[in-house]
Structures are given as structure tokens and as C-alpha cells.
């Protein structure tokens, strides 16, 4: 009878460690976007409900980016979690130095080690920024147990990781429709998600200009509405807000086209009333509101100063069609003194933006356009923004220039029916095997024109379908199979949305449709 109890008993705590086995068993490593070097094994610990962050040099960006990332990882009320033999108590970052200004080529590097046999853990990193996307990572690792109402990650863990690509680029779109302060916030927030880097902010357009200029007050004017514009201060806490969170603003003016919303408050710098865009380049005026405009965007051209503190300054330069030009009698004198035909005016309004631009220590970008009227008559410092053609990419490394890519058939988010596996496929150095070439394109950028989106439907138009370019722009060339993509792009959607991101499913023949039906 007792060997009968014993047995019993035996076959029991046998039943309960099968039980306790699979509950704890490996999840999937869904990460996106993937590590330059990844390597996880098969070992499972528990997280510490008592889990912290620790900095060995303290500061207030890293400070502040440990609270943020405790909410995001730990969404879920927890219990101890007693049925891991080791638990994980503490990550450790290292950062050597947490003064480097953020600008393009800031070293965004990292490791992360979390071995099998300590309840700490290590993330290492140059700079603040690389500390940043070591943290996104971890984010990403630690996973929740349903059955253990815990939290664990699978060890060891080694990863050392750095990007492709110095630009990684969402462009949004406040002029077509506005997009308020907390929405542009939220889009920072997600971004930083997948490693994106930059916040490419197209300020104006023919639509509405809700910038507040205080050089030129009523060029706001042109906003929609009273509620429908940033103030300075506005400005300046975006622009804080993403650098806290390692995402650099590149502000863009588009000029002289798609500035029709300027002539609200200063029609002089417009050809008439009737026929208000290109902006008109026979008057100073024009200029010196834009050379005004500039002063407070860069600080009076103070490296690293003003309302935008990024080297790169957008100026546009495309869609201009220069009828307007060609049927005013003002502008056409002026072009016949000056010797010029439309095209010509057309590459001396560019090119005296440029000069203003480079005078206060601003690298131009400029959309596609410019380079293939004007070419190699461009300054050198000046950067060409592809969307037309994927295959101008190739002409503009060759002549020299510096590129950024975003092909309006690959990653324009409007685009609702090009679907994430051509976001995925679309290779910057597709017919670029130079070396000095492929050292010249930047990166690129996501589009999210904002025709039809707001903050009603923007979160679904961007993701999941951004995360398909943000490893394309991250990760290493060699990760480009769809196949191994796929379950890795629907896991993240549902991260997305755990986390309160209102990301669309991620085989919607049309970005923004409605779930099927369960």
C-alpha cells in the first residue's frame, strides 16, 4: 500500500513538471528589425517582478528612457515568478558617452549579453542613442507567460548590432491634413519601435502653412484654422521629445512649388492671386523671407542651434511647373534681363536657396526633380531625396551626391495596396556596386503623404508595412527572405497592438481594411 502512495505521488510531481515544462517552454524569436549578430539559446529564466534598469554613467536621457521602457515591457500585473530555477533581476547599460550630440553618423551601436547563469544582464553601448535601440531589443526578448503570470526570456542571449544605414526615415505629412501635437508624439514613440532614426516633417504645403514664424507672422495665415497650427514652442518640444528618444527632426519648406499657402499672408512673393505657385523669384522679398524663415529654423545658423538643430534641412524643389512664371509680364521681364528661360529660373531660385542654406551651416535636401534638370551644377553639400525613379538612385551616387531613398512604388505609405513585401524587397544598393557610391547613399525614408490620413487612420497606414523597410534600412542585406519574414511581420503587428498601436493586419490587400472575419 505505501509503495502504491508512493507511486502515486511519484507519477503526480512527474504530470506537474510536464505541466511546469510546458509552460515555460522557448517562445519564437520574433525580433524586427533583426540584430547584425544574434545568437539565443534555449534556456528559459523568469523576470524579476522586482525587474530595474541600472546605469553605470547616469544621465537624465537614459533616466528617462528606463521608466518608458518598464511601462512598455511590463504592460501585465505580475507574480513572483517561482516555477524559473533562475530569474533575471537587473539590466546593467554602460554607455561611455552620454554627451554625443544626435546627428547623422552618431555611433548606434550596441551589445547585449544576458547569460543563463546570472540574475544580471548587460547592455553596452558608445552613446545614449545606441543604448536606445539595445533597449528596443530587450523589449522585444522579454516576453509574458500566461501560465506562470510572469515574465521570462530565453539564455543566453548575444547580440552585437549596428545598423546599415546612418538615415532611417518616416516622412510625415502635416499640411495636408494637420496632425495634432499628441499624434506626432505617438508616431515618434512607434517609430523608435523598429530603429527608426529620423522624423522627416513636411511642414507645408500648397494646402496650409501651420508653422508660427515670428520673423514673418502672417505666414500662418495660411493654416487651416486658429486650432490648426504649431507654435514655436510646439515646435521645440517635438523636436525635444524625439532627440530624448534618439529620433533626429528634418524639417521640410517645399519650394517654390507646393507653396501656394504662403501668398495667404505675404501674397507679394507670389506671381498674382490667381496663379500663386511657383513662389516668384523676380523679388528679393521672396528670398528674404525665405533667408528670415532659415534664420529661425537653424538659429541664426548656429551648428546644432535654432528650432530644428539638424545638419539636413528639406527645401523641396519638386512638381514645379513654371506656368505661372511664364505668363506674368513682371516675372518674364525679369527673366529676359537676367538672360534666363523658366528652367534657368527654376536653377536660380534652387540654387539661391541652397547658398542660404549652406550659409547657415545646412546640408540642402531636395527632392528628386532638381538633380535631373540641374545635375552636377548643384552644390556639392546638397543631397538628393529619390522618389520617381528607383533607378535615379544609381545616377546620383555616380555624379557624387549624397541620396536618400523613397520610391514612391516601394515606400510611400498613401500607397495603401503596395503590400509589406515589397517594402521588404526594395534594396537601396540594388545596381550599385561601388563601394564609394554605396557610401553615399544615406539611407531613406517611409512616406506618409497625408492626403487621406489623419489621426484617424494614420497608425494603420504606417504599420505594419514601415517595419518591412525599417529592416531593410537596419539589418544586414542577407536578411531578405520573405518566407522567414512573414510570421516574423504578424507577430510584430500583434506587439503593436498590444501596445496600444492601431496597426492594420499584416495580409491586408489594402493597408488600411478591416480584420477578417475570425
Known sequence: MKRLVFLSISIVMMIMMMIVDSSIAKPA?????????????????????????????????????????????????????????????????????????????????????????????????????????????????????????????????????????????????????????????????????????????????????PFESLNYPLLWNGAYSEAEKYTQLDVAHIVEYARQRGVRVMVEFDMPGHAGSWCVGYPDICPSSQCKEPLNPAKNATFELIDGLLDELTGNGKRGGGLFPDDFIHVGGDEVNTACWTSSSEIKTWMSNKNLDAKGAYEYFVKRVHDSAIKRN??????????????????????????????????????????????????????????YDKYYMNEPFKGITDPKQQALVLGGEVCMWAETADTCNIFQTIWPRAAAAAERLWSPAEWNNLDEFRPRIEAFRCLLNKRGVAAAPSRNQMARNSPNNP
Open 29 to 209: 524569436p520574433f525580433l524586427i528589425p533583426m540584430p547584425e549578430t544574434f545568437r539565443q539559446g534555449e534556456i528559459i529564466m523568469g523576470v524579476s517582478n522586482k525587474f530595474k534598469f541600472t546605469a553605470t554613467n547616469p544621465s537624465a536621457d537614459l533616466s528617462a528612457s528606463f521608466s518608458r521602457f518598464h511601462d512598455l515591457i511590463f504592460a501585465h500585473p505580475v507574480k513572483d515568478p517561482e516555477a524559473y530555477s533562475i530569474i533575471l533581476s537587473k539590466l546593467i547599460i554602460d554607455v561611455k558617452d552620454t554627451g554625443v550630440p544626435l546627428q547623422l553618423g552618431v555611433d548606434e551601436s550596441y551589445s547585449l549579453d544576458v547569460s543563463n547563469n546570472s540574475t544580471e544582464a548587460t547592455l553596452k553601448a558608445n552613446t545614449v542613442y545606441g543604448a536606445l535601440h539595445g533597449l528596443q531589443t530587450f523589449s522585444q526578448l522579454v516576453t509574458f507567460n500566461y501560465h506562470t503570470r510572469s515574465y521570462q526570456i530565453s539564455a543566453p542571449i548575444e547580440i552585437k548590432d549596428k545598423p546599415r544605414f546612418q538615415h532611417r526615415g518616416l516622412m510625415l505629412d502635416t499640411s495636408r491634413h494637420f496632425q495634432p501635437i499628441n499624434t506626432i508624439k505617438q508616431v515618434i514613440d512607434t517609430i523608435t519601435y523598429t530603429k527608426f532614426n529620423v522624423l522627416h516633417w513636411h511642414m507645408s504645403d500648397t494646402q496650409s502653412f
Open 362 to 419: 545646412r546640408d540642402p535636401v531636395n527632392w528628386e526633380e532638381v538633380f535631373n534638370h540641374f545635375g552636377t551644377n548643384l552644390h556639392p553639400r546638397s543631397i538628393i531625396h529619390i522618389w520617381l525613379s528607383r533607378a535615379a538612385l544609381a545616377r546620383v551616387v555616380a555624379a557624387g551626391y549624397r541620396a536618400i531613398l523613397s520610391n514612391n512604388d516601394a515606400w510611400y505609405l498613401d500607397h495603401t495596396d503596395t503590400a
